[in-house]
């Protein structure tokens, strides 16, 4: 019996040892495991292993229960981490395992009414999340030449802002307010009265017991319905307080992609930054302003821009609040917030002691999209209000001590004449909602002249 021609067999042998190469896919890669040498505070220093900047590594104790935590710098060989949960168990010498897994958040309408904590898991009790997709947990830079411009106004249901701090579809501002002065409330308010097709509201580094006060008592079933909650509070550590920040931020952005207008509620930016600053000066960054690291500085554009209009028809309009600690507007957290948001509305520790509500100082207030999205009716009237209501607060003090004369001055004859209705229209109650149009009506129908 002939035997066959190796030459001839050749051409199958590598069909077939190609077919069976493309079964078995690439090869792994091999696991590099490396080990905990050092930890201070929430700072986890590795030795033996490599990961990028925000890759996923779990550390394994002894009693083999592994803790997530996430690369955030290096120097030479040494790997710094953070943990994302409770550091217990750890020893010297512990395994360092990199996952290799990719940053990604549950998004879609099955979270509507959920309420979720910074890794995306919920915290309601009430079952998984039917989440239909998942995203990048840091998104994706957006061109700014393909952002379509702000042109139309967002009802907020709160008289004053859409009267006098009108906000436009895809506007980004800030709520400046210290402690005590109503913020909550506020937000509330925007959350059940908004005119958007979905609101995100984060909670970040905010007291644990708020947040059950916030979703129960402020929002209640009606601002659940359509909104999603999410919650990192104070006990959390400081790179599960970022996170939560993102994860908020993602799931707008999903809506946003659907072509919805989505209202993002941030509490707070100011908690936010703080996170960045423990987790900068945990890994020797040097400290600048206040003990804020530069990469807090950087932190906050690279979440704000993420907001705003996009192309496909969505929006995410943001409302970012920022602690003016112990009322110092100049806070460093502040200046760098106003100097990247679209305006600002400042919350007045003399109007909420006074019982004065929402607590708007709408001299100190500033929109700067209102200018494109309002007609020059509205524009003026709103001129006229600023005009009346801050020539009267320059002389109050003349006024209560009974230094004022009617008939001196026409135009504070008039402020003092105006000054009740003024105040009446600047408060509205909890469980009040005042839309776009009725705003802008009462705000003309209280300028306008006797008679008509």
């Not at 890759?55 to 040494?78: M, Q, S, Y």
């Not at 993602?250 to 996170?275: C, H, I």
């Not at 957290?333 to 100082?361: C, K, N, T």
């Not at 105040?423 to 839309?435: H, I, K, N, S």
Request: with cysteine.
């Amino acid at each position: 019996m002939a035997r066959p021609d190796p030459a001839a067999l050749a051409p199958r042998w590598r069909e077939a040892l190609a077919a069976r190469r493309a079964r078995l896919g690439p090869p792994p890669r091999p696991l590099v495991q490396g080990r905990l040498v050092r930890m201070v505070g929430l700072t986890l220093e590795a030795v033996g292993c490599e990961a990028p900047v925000g890759g996923r590594c779990e550390v394994v104790g002894r009693d083999g229960t592994p803790v997530e935590a996430e690369v955030v710098g290096f120097a030479g060989e040494r790997l710094f981490l953070m943990p994302t949960g409770e550091l217990r168990g750890l020893t010297p010498g512990a395994r360092v395992v990199p996952t290799g897994a990719r940053l990604t958040v549950p998004a879609g309408r099955g979270l509507l009414g959920r309420v979720i904590d910074g890794a995306g898991r919920p915290l309601d009790g009430r079952g998984p999340l039917a989440a239909e997709a998942r995203v990048p947990l840091m998104g994706r830079a957006i061109n700014p030449m393909a952002r379509p411009p702000i042109r139309e106004p967002l009802d907020v249901g709160v008289r004053a802002i859409n009267a006098l701090l009108t906000v436009g579809r895809g506007q980004r501002l800030g709520l400046f307010a210290g402690s005590g002065v109503g913020k909550s409330v506020l937000l509330g308010m925007m959350t059940r009265y908004t005119g958007a097709d979905v609101t995100v509201v984060a909670l970040i580094g905010e007291r644990g017991r708020e947040v059950k006060e916030f979703v129960e008592g402020i929002l209640g079933p009606e601002g659940m319905r359509r909104a999603v909650v999410v919650a990192t509070p104070a006990d959390h550590p400081p790179l599960m307080r970022l996170h939560g920040a993102w994860v908020a931020t993602a799931v707008a952005e999903w809506f946003r992609d659907q072509g919805l207008d989505v209202l993002l509620l941030m509490d707070s930016l100011t908690r936010f930054a703080q996170a960045q600053r423990e987790i900068g000066l945990a890994i020797g960054e040097p400290p600048a302003t206040k003990g804020y690291p530069p990469s807090a500085f950087a932190r906050l554009p690279q979440l704000v821009e993420r907001a705003g209009n996009a192309e496909g028809g969505g929006s995410i309009t943001a409302f970012y609040t920022v602690l003016t600690e112990g009322d110092d507007a100049n806070d460093p957290v502040a200046d760098a917030a106003r100097a990247i948001l679209d305006g600002h509305v400042v919350l007045s520790r003399e109007l909420a002691e006074a019982g004065h509500y929402p607590a708007i100082d709408v001299e100190a207030s500033i929109s700067r999209a209102m200018t494109e999205i309002t007609d020059a009716g509205h524009r003026e009237a709103a001129r006229r209000f600023r005009e009346l209501y801050s020539l009267y607060r320059r002389n109050r003090d003349l006024i209560s001590v009974g230094a004022y004369e009617r008939g001196n001055d026409p135009r504070l004859d008039e402020a003092v004449d105006a000054h009740p209705r003024l105040l009446a229209f600047l408060r509205q109650a909890q469980e009040e909602r005042v839309g776009f149009a009725e705003s802008v009506r009462a705000l003309r129908d209280l300028l306008a002249p006797p008679g008509e």
